[in-house]
């Protein structure tokens, strides 16, 4: 069967809004999503053992299939009813991992669209979204990508209009936050405010990007441990001071970006926070 290489490209939360728990021990989200073109690098392969294996160059991911990639090769057979057959997925990271900015989501999403073209399966990015649901909440957004409202666990989509190009600084400061520990603390504390969500949604109808950037919150600062919020702060000064038009965390962090109109301004940010974090890097809307 042919070899195919398929890109994951990062998304970056414009909002996230927790509205409340549900009854399935998940919680109902209101996010606005858009990808950026850090991408990592997927290629899928006739395999040479037994079942689906990857391999990359991050040392501590799993190769079975506790890695998103691999469950959505296996989740792809399940829905289509095709036995499971030897694979290697060999999966080149550039995303930070654990960042919030949906990296192993999107590799799970790539799996999908490459699965796709290698069995000819013809499926539509809304099929191939409806097989996504079942390997990550995040994963129909990272099937459809570009600018869209996510609802629902994440995986009520709205398509969006796209965000006006511009630049996205990211730095992931030195700590990792558990989604699921996140999720748990924000049933508890006092959120001081919500998104202006619907302003965000009329801010893109416009093409207003400083509409956007006036309007970037995550609700996730607010349950953060008082030291990860020093970090997430210092990022955001740095973003700030170096002419970003607006810089929030991204999903439950740990990465934060910033948006820019100018990309020399981005550039100098990237370079001041280099000196901080070294995960950090530049990139555009897509
Ligand atoms: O769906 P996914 O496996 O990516 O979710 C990881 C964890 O994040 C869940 O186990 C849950 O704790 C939390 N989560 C949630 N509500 C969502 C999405 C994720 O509580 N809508």
Redesign the pocket.
């Known amino acids: 069967m042919q070899t195919v290489e398929v890109k994951a490209p990062a998304k970056i939360n414009l909002t996230l809004d927790v509205l409340g728990?549900?009854e399935d021990?998940?919680?109902?989200?209101r996010m606005v999503m858009q990808s950026v073109d850090l991408c990592d690098t997927l290629t899928l392969a006739d395999g040479g053992g037994a079942g689906v294996r990857v391999s990359s160059n991050v040392g501590f991911l799993p190769c079975d299939e506790r890695n998103l990639a691999a469950a959505a090769a296996l989740a792809f057979w399940r829905a289509l009813d095709i036995p499971a057959q030897p694979l290697d997925i060999t999966l080149k990271k550039i995303i930070p991992v654990c960042a919030g900015l949906g990296g192993g989501?999107s590799d799970a999403a790539a799996v999908l669209r490459g699965m796709n073209l290698r069995h000819n399966a013809g499926l539509s990015l809304t099929e191939l979204a409806k097989i996504g649901e079942r390997v990550?909440?995040?994963?129909p957004y990272c099937v459809l990508g570009s600018t869209a409202l996510a609802e629902?666990?994440?995986e009520v989509l709205r398509e969006l209009p796209t965000l006006p190009k511009c630049w996205a600084v990211l730095c992931k400061p030195d700590f990792s936050v558990s989604?699921?520990a996140l999720?748990?603390k924000i049933d508890s504390v006092r959120l001081r405010c919500h998104p202006d969500t619907e302003g965000m949604l009329r801010a893109l109808e416009q093409g207003d990007l400083p509409g956007v950037t006036r309007r970037l919150y995550n609700v996730f600062e607010d349950a953060l441990p008082e030291r990860c919020a020093d970090k997430v702060n210092q990022v955001k000064n740095v973003l700030i001071d170096c002419g970003a038009l607006g810089a929030v965390m991204s999903g439950?962090g740990s990465a934060v970006y910033g948006l820019f109109d100018n990309e020399q301004a981005a550039q100098q940010a990237k370079a001041e926070l280099l000196k901080l974090y070294p995960e950090t890097f530049l990139a555009q809307t897509v």
């Open positions: 728990k549900r021990g998940y919680h109902d989200l989501s990550g909440s995040d994963v629902g666990r994440g989604t699921p999720f748990g439950t």
